[in-house]
């Protein structure tokens, strides 16, 4: 089946006993969904007071609004059979820009009369009679209106496996690797055994690896400055004694921080003492005030994109067999000598999307680019850097396609949007959620395979609400093959 827009203004459609409010209470949270039953039990003496109707309407309509103003999914659990308020809907949706979905749930007659008849309050045979005449017909209604998407439902389908605003569940594309981000570390009680337990839940949930922020404040879209954020090389020498088979590396190390010789040897040391398993992700270092705090020089884009360029040569040479000496485009050095040797081909991934310069840098000299997991506007960085291969006459297969995805993530849409809440802050709900693609495991499997198919072969994930051991293990149901 396929999938629904998430948000949208939806609005169900059917006779009484077709089922629709049992697929909306399937698919959608309770506060996602407003009733016109329910509201005449607010307004009035009970869920079928007809006299209280007039003021239900109003007040569902204001609760319409409301949420299609905010960027909110809504659900409109009503007959859905009078066209005029379906396009008072329609209208809503359009003037608030959110996507306007129908869904007819279509049951055959008998199977309505059943379940109306097992109702407290049974609708008059009449009345039922006319409704279904009045749902046989609206169909072709339906496709004249103008809705960005109609779905038929049949009854049928059981409950839980009609399409829903999350696409079926399906095991992430085949190919694509899940290395886990962790960007923060809670100091007060135990550092070490925490890290310990999160690193032994990624190896458990099915990761391939684990990376470790570089910075030496703690960064604003993470945490308060204040928070503690520990130095990366020395915490993955600590991973790197526990027996996870994990990748280990960081995302990434700016030039700026340290001399590229020294990240050489830091790195082929810790590759030894692995057997193989460290990566290095290198960027020009963007935050000036963590430079400023330790005394180092934070010079223009220009020179820090120079020193990448230049670090990854010195990087590259020190790695390289034997001890001579070294002259390339930007660095000569009089020997070689740096012992012991990664034992495998550390893949050194530059982070950055600047389209100019940092992804011709990646495309001339790395192994990997890391780019934002936004896809409108993955398939633009994607493309220019190929353009900048094919300019150096370098194979695009050779330079990985790795992103940093920072998802919220859930076993439902309930446990989504709490966390949502919790971590929004004052930036409205629905922003929030688009921003950090909330969704529950398999929309985010879903989203992972359109990624591949873009030409993604890593996801760095970092979800913001990861607290405990527990909560990676939850994420191998998005992550394991």
Not at 429 to 455: D, K, N, P, V
Request: charge should be neutral; glycine fraction near 10%.
């Amino acid at each position: 089946m396929t999938g629904l827009p998430d948000p949208a203004l939806v609005v169900l459609v059917g006779a009484s006993g077709a089922g629709k409010s049992t697929w909306a209470g399937a698919h959608y949270r309770a506060q996602e969904i407003v009733s016109s039953d329910d509201l005449r039990a607010i307004v009035g003496s009970g869920r079928h007071d007809l006299d209280a109707s007039t003021d239900a309407f109003a007040l569902l309509d204001q609760i319409v609004a409301a949420r299609a103003r905010r960027g909110l999914t809504c659900v409109v659990d009503t007959l859905g059979l009078d066209p005029q308020r379906r396009r008072g809907y329609l209208a809503i949706a359009r003037a608030h820009a959110v996507p306007a979905v129908a869904v007819l749930v279509d049951a055959p007659p008998a199977l309505a009369r059943k379940r109306n008849a097992a109702r407290d309050r049974p609708v008059p045979a009449d009345t039922l009679r006319a409704q279904l005449r009045r749902a046989a017909q609206v169909r072709d209604e339906l496709a004249a209106e103008g809705w960005d998407q109609v779905l038929v439902v049949t009854a049928a389908e059981p409950a839980g496996t009609a399409a829903a605003p999350a696409a079926a569940a399906a095991a992430p594309p085949t190919g694509l690797e899940f290395v886990l981000q962790i960007s923060r570390v809670p100091w007060a009680d135990d550092p070490t055994g925490w890290l310990r337990g999160m690193a032994q839940a990624a190896a458990e949930a099915g990761f391939a690896g684990v990376a470790l922020m570089d910075h030496l404040i703690q960064i604003p879209q993470v945490e308060r400055a204040w928070e503690p954020i520990p130095e990366p090389w020395v915490t993955l020498g600590m991973l790197a004694g526990l027996d996870t088979g994990l990748r280990l590396g960081t995302l990434v190390s700016p030039v700026t921080f340290r001399a590229p010789g020294i990240v050489a040897k830091t790195v082929a040391t810790l590759d030894a003492i692995t057997g193989g398993r460290a990566f290095l992700g290198l960027g020009a270092g963007w935050w000036d005030r963590e430079h400023a705090a330790f005394g180092l020089p934070f010079p223009p884009a220009a020179e820090r994109l120079d020193a990448l360029e230049s670090a990854i040569e010195t990087i590259r040479a020190l790695w390289a067999p034997g001890t001579k000496a070294f002259a390339g485009s930007r660095v000569e050095l009089p020997e070689t000598t740096c012992y012991p040797r990664p034992v495998s081909d550390v893949p050194i991934i530059v982070g950055g999307s600047g389209e100019r310069r940092t992804l011709r840098i990646a495309a001339q000299l790395a192994d990997g680019c890391n780019l934002p997991s936004d896809e409108d506007k993955l398939a633009g960085k994607i493309a220019v850097l190929r353009a900048h291969c094919a300019a150096v006459g370098r194979d695009a297969g050779e330079v990985a396609v790795t992103v940093l995805d920072l998802p919220i993530v859930g076993r439902d849409r309930d446990e989504v949007w709490q966390r949502v809440e919790t971590l929004r802050g004052r930036t409205a709900a629905a922003t929030f959620a688009e921003r950090r693609h909330a969704g529950t495991y398999e929309q985010q499997r879903e989203r992972y395979r359109r990624l591949a198919g873009l030409g993604v072969r890593t996801v760095f994930v970092s979800p913001p609400h990861l607290r405990t051991p527990g909560d990676v293990l939850a994420l191998g149901a998005m992550v394991r093959p």
